[in-house]
């Protein structure tokens, strides 16, 4: 009788136990939620860069929230980033806008249009940095002429738009001295006197720039407003735009071009799955501006503003909600 009434206690604390664990999962303690995907990969661009920056935090926010491997790969970032997408060898990536739209439409370095490429979202516009050193006697970009001028990794977004801008200006690399280089290679070359002048087209500040300024007597170049208007008839994702004041020392605005950025996404990540990581997204944009300030100026408002890629289902689903 003793063994009967010990074993009917213990199979009461038993169903006891399993009711409390059923309530605290009830009460949002469950286990994190998991993708139809294990693995998530966000190419990003140079290691100082925003975009590497931004994407390592959320790639930690990712792995936290879900039951995936997510990480990033450091890359020559847009053109590079595009053409790993189509080859199914990442599945998330941030690009600019001007590489997106040659890169679906099969121009520039884009030898044939790029299918599989879903977008999530616009995020923060990247400016054009053109920064020379002081004793390099460069003020506008015609003074670039004749110069040794970094121009980004080749094929990256930067290297884009650094030959659409100096076309728009009547300049060739033939007129130049051209290096490619990525933006920390850049910051060396300025620093050790190796080159004159880049273009460092990211988010504000640009780390690398940012440290530079502090050893080095640099200026930015400015770009005339009315040349960005006449500019963005051929290449319509350019914006005029100002670099404040004070963010590299400088002691006015300075008139330059910006470009949107974009998340994008494969076309066949499913739509929940999609659905997920836009909510948790933009559910951690504070965390993504501690990370950098360029994600400051990323809104769920602005989000759909001048899409370049198809917006993928599982994105619009979360719009649609909002």
């Not at 038993?14 to 994190?32: M, Q, T």
Request: aromatic share 6%; glycine share 8%.
């Amino acid at each position: 009788m003793k063994l009967k009434k010990l074993t009917l206690s213990i199979s009461l604390l038993l169903l006891a136990g399993l009711l409390l664990a059923a309530c605290g999962n009830d009460d949002g303690e469950s286990e994190s939620e998991s993708l139809d995907s294990n693995i998530l990969t966000i190419a990003t661009g140079g290691a100082s860069g925003p975009y590497n920056i931004i994407a390592t935090t959320l790639a930690d926010i990712y792995t936290n929230a879900y039951d995936v491997n997510s990480r990033t790969q450091t890359t020559g970032a847009s053109a590079e980033n595009l053409n790993l997408m189509a080859e199914g060898k990442v599945e998330m990536a941030f690009v600019m806008s001007d590489a997106l739209s040659q890169a679906l439409n099969g121009e520039a370095s884009f030898s044939e249009p790029l299918d599989g490429i879903s977008q999530i979202a616009n995020l923060y516009p990247n400016v054009v940095q053109i920064v020379a050193r002081a004793d390099a006697g460069i003020e506008t970009m015609e003074d670039l002429i004749g110069k040794r001028v970094a121009v980004g990794d080749q094929g990256s977004g930067v290297e884009l738009n650094a030959r659409a801008l100096l076309d728009g200006h009547g300049i060739t690399y033939d007129d130049l001295q051209v290096d490619y280089l990525g933006y920390a290679e850049a910051s060396d070359g300025l620093s050790a006197g190796r080159i004159d002048a880049a273009f460092l087209t990211s988010g504000l500040p640009n780390a690398s720039l940012l440290e530079l300024s502090e050893t080095t007597d640099i200026n930015l170049v400015a770009i005339d407003a009315d040349n960005i208007t006449e500019i963005a008839e051929e290449h319509p994702y350019f914006i005029a735009f100002e670099i404040p004041a004070d963010t590299y020392d400088n002691e006015e605005p300075v008139p330059t071009a910006a470009v949107p950025n974009a998340l994008v996404v494969r076309s066949d990540f499913s739509e929940e799955d999609v659905y997920k990581l836009t909510k948790t997204f933009f559910e951690s944009l504070d965390t993504l501006s501690n990370s950098h300030q360029a994600a400051e100026d990323i809104s769920l408002e602005n989000a759909q503003e001048g899409l370049i890629a198809p917006l993928h289902p599982g994105a619009e689903k979360y719009f649609n909600e909002q």
